[in-house]
């Protein structure tokens, strides 16, 4: 018995040192710190960011937002009307001008020689000015205007000295109404619209439609100096979003599939694919291989996410502190409650979101005794060894 007060002053002393007598894969943060040229050390309780902690419960769920499916503008441009092609740089045109007799600026007066009252000019390319020549009217504005307002300025032009001139103008080849379609389609191009319209399905169905898995599919649309973004299958739900093309637009398919990260004490850490359009706070702890029932604290689940000002207003938190539209947000979730995977299942994971699991409070002080075990179990050895030799 000799032995058992040392073993008794040993327990205090792992107690009292904690975990910094358990094994370590690299320098203690004493070491770090104290051996620094310059150190610039943060002594508050966190880092400097202020964020909000919402327990998650029935009435939060439904002003919990969820990943955007829908970032699409229209640009003014009606869902129902198709915009109005006009003439651009690069196309060829051929002008016809009628006149009610012969004898008149463009009609000879020998009968026969014409078989109508017409002239066609020779096909015109408009130029990179926009114009285009016309004899006797001179430059016109092409670009920018519809064939129908070309006719008329032409026409104008030829009144004072063609007879009752009528003007019509035909648009020989296409080539400025074009949008360009790249990316994960399966043939990618520069494709003609119609007059008639051509939507953004249209034209991705022109170039062979979407390559990629269409959950990790999205669509970005540019319009000059404007650039947005719209799942492929929210475009492809709702006729809304399905919009009118205009010329000069591009539009990029790009597979961009969303991840959550999980770390803590789960069964397996990292960063994780979603693999379908979404997923629930259930299914991303399953794929994290669920928690770890040596390690993990049930009713402290985290999801650490950026979440919108006017969502956690209508879930009643005071976010009078938070100047920014977003505010840092953890979510917390117990999973010890009976109910928990029903609110699991209506809590939607978002693109980047963190899932941390705590480890429970009993962890560090089983690993200290672990190791006060490992280490007394030799000393209760040797005192037994010992008390056998004064045997």
Do not use: W
Request: charged share 20%; hydrophobic share 40%; aromatic share 8%.
């Amino acid at each position: 018995m000799f032995f058992k007060k040392p073993i008794g002053i040993l327990m205090l002393a792992l107690a009292a040192s904690g975990c910094t007598l358990l094994p370590r894969n690299g320098p203690d943060e004493a070491a770090i710190f104290s051996e620094a040229s310059v150190n610039l050390a943060a002594d508050e309780a966190t880092l400097g960011y202020t964020y909000a902690v919402v327990d998650v419960t029935r009435n939060v769920l439904p002003f919990i937002t969820e990943d955007a499916k829908n970032s699409f503008r229209t640009f003014g441009a009606s869902s129902r009307n198709a915009p109005s092609i006009r003439l651009g740089a690069g196309d060829v045109v051929q002008v016809t001008i009628f006149e009610d007799q012969s004898g008149g600026l463009f009609i000879p007066e020998e009968a026969g020689v014409r078989p109508g009252n017409f002239v066609t000019l020779p096909s015109q390319e408009i130029g990179r000015d926009g114009m285009i020549t016309v004899p006797y009217a001179g430059k016109i504005r092409a670009a920018g205007n519809t064939p129908s307002s070309v006719e008329r300025v032409i026409q104008e032009k030829l009144l004072a000295r063609a007879i009752n001139p009528a003007v019509t103008l035909e648009v020989v080849e296409a080539n400025f109404p074009r949008a360009s379609v790249f990316g994960e389609v399966d043939e990618p191009g520069v494709f003609t619209l119609r007059n008639s319209g051509d939507r953004v399905l249209d034209v991705i169905a022109q170039a062979g439609g979407v390559t990629g898995e269409t959950h990790e599919t999205f669509v970005t649309l540019s319009r000059g100096a404007q650039s947005v973004k719209i799942s492929y299958e929210a475009l492809t739900a709702s006729p809304r979003e399905n919009i009118f093309v205009a010329p000069g637009d591009s539009i990029n398919v790009a597979s961009e599939g969303k991840k959550f990260y999980a770390f803590g004490a789960t069964g397996s850490v990292g960063e994780f694919a979603f693999g379908s359009s979404n997923v629930d706070l259930n299914g991303a702890v399953a794929k994290a291989v669920g928690l770890n029932d040596a390690q993990a604290d049930p009713s402290n689940v985290f999801i650490y996410r950026i979440e919108h000002r006017h969502a956690l207003e209508k879930m009643g938190v005071d976010v009078t502190s938070f100047p920014e539209h977003d505010v840092p947000t953890i979510y917390r979730a117990n999973f010890r409650k009976p109910d928990s995977f029903f609110m699991a299942k209506n809590f939607k994971i978002r693109d980047g979101d963190i899932v941390y699991v705590s480890n429970a409070e009993s962890v560090a002080i089983n690993k200290v005794f672990g190791l006060a075990t490992t280490v007394t179990g030799n000393t209760v050895q040797i005192d037994g060894d010992l008390s056998s030799l004064t045997n």
